[in-house]
């Protein structure tokens, strides 16, 4: 296989977020590990509207020119790292809203989790990212990054600096998941359509 594409997707759209600097820091160390290709997805920027396509995604029979932008950026990714908050206990809407949109374009890729947070890092939405990504066929591995306390980690400048707890989960959970991707890469092969 040759080197996979990993989409470090920004879940947060809010203005004055976290998570672009998290996003930021978590995409330059995978940059220096070497095991994929990088691109950064910023949902505030793809500025999707709630689901608005008439038909099931599943049909991919898209009406939208927003839709078929967004599945032709996620058809390239090989795998996913979202980067998400928690609001209220879950997910926040913006990242769910966003996977709602594609079933086929997510199926049998791999899926890491970013979370961040106050006590819980965000280990909550990590929960329920893991369930609406199994609908679409997204298959998550074992490790997820927990970031408590982000706005500790942070300097004057808003830049994100891990402790070495984060650093040590990220090395693991890009492991896992060239590992994963490169299993599922057999997967998805095997289960496209012959020309």
Do not use: C
């Not at 280990?123 to 997204?138: E, N, P, T, Y």
């Amino acid at each position: 296989m040759d080197t996979p594409l990993l989409q470090v997707i920004i879940g947060s759209t809010r203005p004055g977020r976290v998570g672009a600097s998290v996003a930021d820091w978590f995409a330059d160390a995978a940059r220096a590990d070497g095991q994929f290709a990088i691109e950064v997805v910023d949902l505030a920027e793809v500025g999707l509207p709630l689901l608005d396509e008439p038909h099931h995604p599943r049909l991919q029979q898209y009406t939208k020119e927003h839709t078929k932008r967004w599945s032709e950026t996620i058809r390239r990714g090989d795998a996913f790292v979202f980067v998400i908050p928690e609001y209220n206990y879950s997910l926040n809407a913006a990242t769910k809203n966003a996977i709602d949109f594609l079933f086929h374009e997510w199926s049998n890729k791999a899926l890491g989790i970013v979370s961040y947070g106050g006590i819980s890092g965000g280990l909550r939405s990590a929960q329920v990212l893991k369930q609406v990504a199994s609908s679409v066929r997204l298959i998550a591995g074992p490790d997820t990054v927990i970031i408590p306390w982000v706005a500790t980690l942070r300097d004057e400048q808003g830049v994100f600096h891990p402790t070495d707890h984060i650093v040590r989960a990220t090395t693991t959970l890009l492991a896992d998941l060239r590992s994963l991707t490169d299993a599922l890469a057999s997967r998805r092969s095997a289960n496209e359509p012959a020309d």
